[in-house]
Every structure is written in C-alpha cells, then in structure tokens.
C-alpha cells in the first residue's frame, strides 16, 4: 500500500522506507519545492499536517510534519487508496467504495472539528490555543473524556490516526524513531514496491478531482 505512494514523484518530503540500492522518487531530491496538496485545500492540508503532529509529535525524534506525513495523507485520498476500512474489501469495487468514503469522511470531519472548535471555543480549529486543540482532540482520542455529542469526531480521529500512523512509519524516520535494533542490518535489504510497472498502479499519479461539498499511545 504505502510502496504504491512510494511511486509518486512529486512529494516533498515523504519518502517510503526503500533499500538504498532501490532507486528513490525524484521527490527525496528536491525538499526545496513546496509539496502541491491533490485533494485538500490549502486551509484543509494545513489542518491535516497540523493534527499530524499533535498525534506524532516531534519529541526526541523527528514528528509526523517532519516526515511529510500529510504528502502521503493527501495522496491516499486523492487517490481513493483506504488505510481503514469498515468493511471488508474483496474486490477493486470495493476498495473504490472505501476510498470514496474516506474522501468524504476527511471532508465531513474536518468540517466537524472546525464547527465543534467555534461552538466551544469561537474559532476555527487552527486558530484557536494549543491547549484549546489538545482538548478537543483528549475528548476524540480517550474513552474515559468522551462526550455524548461527538460521535462523528471521534471516527474521524480514529481515520486520521489511522493514516498518520501508517504514513509514519513507513519512512525510514518512523521506524528509525522505533529504535529497531535489526535496521541496521534489514533496512538494505527492505523492498520497494515489486510491481512498479502494474497496471493497476498506473494511476496512482497526479489525479484530476473535484471538490467535495497526542496521543500516539491513544486507544
């Protein structure tokens, strides 16, 4: 799954977690050019690589926008790719419905974090404290600070984390912050993605779509 990302050229930062003999995406080479969100807007993809953060944050080790975690969310969603699904996937018809239902359940959820932060605390989620955030994103991420009213934010929790966990630590920075003591050892010999040439990989570029109307230790 994320060895399919791992295809596209035009990140900025993320890069999958490959052997150093396997060739590397012209992204890994050029960090000076600004990553171009495929499916969220500017005000959305900052808001993902914000929340990103707040779940991996950098502390010792490099955090989830050091490692362009939200590139490689963005990319997943634009492309219809599902890291968590509700149901079982069995056929491409399936996993479209799925990616169908990401897209719009980032939508509808970032919709929600943005209403929810203005009725407690007047503002939009990135303009509102740290501390403001923290607390909203407490009330999604542990059972025991549940709210009766936040149902539909709290899936959306589970989603994102889903995807900033999977984005992680498939970069070599993830699993480097694990502190692994076989990497040294099993990093050369990790494979890129075997089937580059795919036809059902094909795809998985640039896509042309419209636009639709922390807590590491959370469980």
Same mark, same amino acid.
């Given at each position: 799954?994320?060895?399919?990302?791992?295809?596209?050229?035009?990140?900025? +930062?993320?890069?999958?977690?490959? *052997?150093?003999?396997? *060739?590397? *995406?012209?992204?890994?080479? /050029?960090?000076s050019l600004p990553y171009k969100p495929l499916f969220f807007s500017p005000e959305q993809y900052r808001m993902v690589e914000h929340m990103a953060e707040m779940i991996i944050p950098e502390d010792g080790t490099p955090g989830a926008k050091t490692a362009g975690v939200a590139e490689f969310?963005?990319? =997943?969603?634009?492309?219809?790719?599902?890291?968590?699904?509700? /149901?079982?996937?069995?056929?491409?018809?399936?996993? !479209?419905?799925? #990616?169908?239902?990401?897209?719009?359940? $980032?939508?509808? #959820?970032?919709?929600? =974090?943005?209403?929810?932060?203005?009725?407690? $605390?007047?503002?939009?989620?990135?303009?509102?404290?740290?501390?403001?955030?923290?607390?909203?994103?407490?009330?999604?991420?542990?059972?025991? +600070?549940?709210? *009766?009213?936040?149902?539909?934010? /709290?899936?959306? $929790?589970?989603?994102?984390?889903?995807?900033?966990?999977?984005?992680?630590? @498939? @970069?070599? !920075?993830?699993? %480097?912050?694990?502190?692994?003591? #076989?990497?040294? @050892?099993?990093?050369?010999?990790?494979?890129?993605? @075997? &089937?580059?040439?795919?036809?059902? &990989?094909? &795809?998985?570029? %640039?896509?042309?779509?419209?636009?639709?109307?922390?807590? /590491?230790?959370? #469980?």
């Amino acid at each position: 799954m994320a060895a399919v990302a791992g295809t596209f050229p035009g990140f900025s +930062k993320w890069v999958f977690a490959c *052997p150093e003999d396997h *060739p590397q *995406p012209a992204s890994a080479k /050029r960090d000076s050019l600004p990553y171009k969100p495929l499916f969220f807007s500017p005000e959305q993809y900052r808001m993902v690589e914000h929340m990103a953060e707040m779940i991996i944050p950098e502390d010792g080790t490099p955090g989830a926008k050091t490692a362009g975690v939200a590139e490689f969310i963005d990319f =997943m969603v634009a492309n219809r790719v599902p890291v968590s699904a509700s /149901r079982d996937i069995r056929s491409t018809e399936d996993a !479209i419905q799925s #990616g169908n239902q990401a897209q719009a359940s $980032f939508i509808l #959820g970032l919709g929600w =974090m943005n209403a929810r932060c203005h009725a407690e $605390f007047g503002s939009n989620f990135m303009d509102c404290a740290p501390d403001q955030q923290n607390s909203l994103l407490e009330e999604l991420a542990y059972k025991e +600070k549940f709210k *009766p009213t936040t149902e539909t934010g /709290r899936e959306f $929790f589970r989603m994102m984390r889903d995807y900033t966990v999977v984005g992680y630590y @498939t @970069t070599k !920075i993830g699993l %480097e912050s694990l502190g692994y003591p #076989g990497l040294r @050892t099993s990093w050369p010999k990790m494979p890129g993605c @075997t &089937h580059p040439d795919d036809p059902e &990989h094909a &795809h998985l570029r %640039e896509p042309k779509i419209s636009n639709l109307p922390a807590l /590491r230790s959370a #469980g």
